[in-house]
T-cell receptor, first 112, second 112 residues
Framework: DAGVIQSPRHEVTEMGQEVTLRCKPISGHDYLFWYRQTMMRGLELLIYFNNNVPIDDSGMPEDRFSAKMPNASFSTLKIQPSEPRDSAVYFC??????????FGSGTQLSVL | SQQGEEDPQALSIQEGENATMNCSYKTSINNLQWYRQNSGRGLVHLILIRSNEREKHSGRLRVTLDTSKKSSSLLITASRAADTASYFCATEAMNRDDKIIFGKGTRLHILP
């Protein structure tokens, strides 16, 4: 298996634009997590899914953020409209039950 | 919100020495996990210790868990230059919601 795949690897956009981050979890994993990492706040859990169903989105900072998981092999995190304070590294991770998370390489987002 | 807090925030030691990092958390847990993150990369799962376990080993890694003190430690023996990375603890709280929350990490630098 290729592991968790995230795209794009880097995204530079202007304030106000829509940003869509993509994630393909490891086949067979039934949990998918979206995290955001910054120097100031560390790793923040944004939302996670179990069997494609959102379980907890209390970490989503604002209504500008939305996440979907239309099937077991794909998830998106969308920011609309984007703001400079959204600049961070966004990680997707998947797991199968109470075991370790497998992380993707992350998307480095810069909002100018 | 952060569940785990690592201590120290940064640590520099000579190659060959042992490195010890600590993690404290706030609520009862199902398990505690340790991860490593190399610069610019995703996190890699190192070891998971369940709430009913007190010590676990994996190669040069030794993890202890004291649930009465709500704390854990990660010991890396005979450190190598390749161990230079950030190390994070993560907890799965004992409330059946499967959330995995990370601390801010310890930056470990192994000096040649």
């Amino acid at each position: 298996d290729a592991g968790v795949i995230q795209s794009p690897r880097h995204e530079v956009t202007e304030m106000g634009q829509e940003v869509t981050l993509r994630c393909k979890p490891i086949s067979g994993h039934d949990y998918l997590f979206w995290y955001r990492q910054t120097m100031m706040r560390g790793l923040e859990l944004l939302i996670y899914f179990n069997n494609n169903v959102p379980i907890d989105d209390s970490g989503m900072p604002e209504d500008r953020f939305s996440a979907k998981m239309p099937n077991a092999s794909f998830s998106t995190l969308k920011i609309q409209p984007s703001e400079p304070r959204d600049s961070a590294v966004y990680f997707c991770a998947s797991s199968s039950g109470p075991r370790g998370l497998f992380f993707g390489s992350g998307t480095q987002l810069s909002v100018l | 919100s952060q569940q785990g807090e690592e201590d120290p925030q940064a640590l520099s030691i000579q190659e060959g020495e042992n490195a010890t990092m600590n993690c404290s958390y706030k609520t009862s847990i199902n398990n505690l996990q340790w991860y490593r993150q190399n610069s610019g990369r995703g996190l890699v799962h190192l070891i998971l210790i369940r709430s009913n376990e007190r010590e676990k080993h994996s190669g040069r890694l030794r993890v202890t868990l004291d649930t009465s003190k709500k704390s854990s430690s990660l010991l890396i023996t005979a450190s190598r230059a390749a161990d230079t990375a950030s190390y994070f603890c993560a907890t799965e709280a004992m409330n059946r919601d499967d959330k995995i929350i990370f601390g801010k990490g310890t930056r470990l630098h192994i000096l040649p």
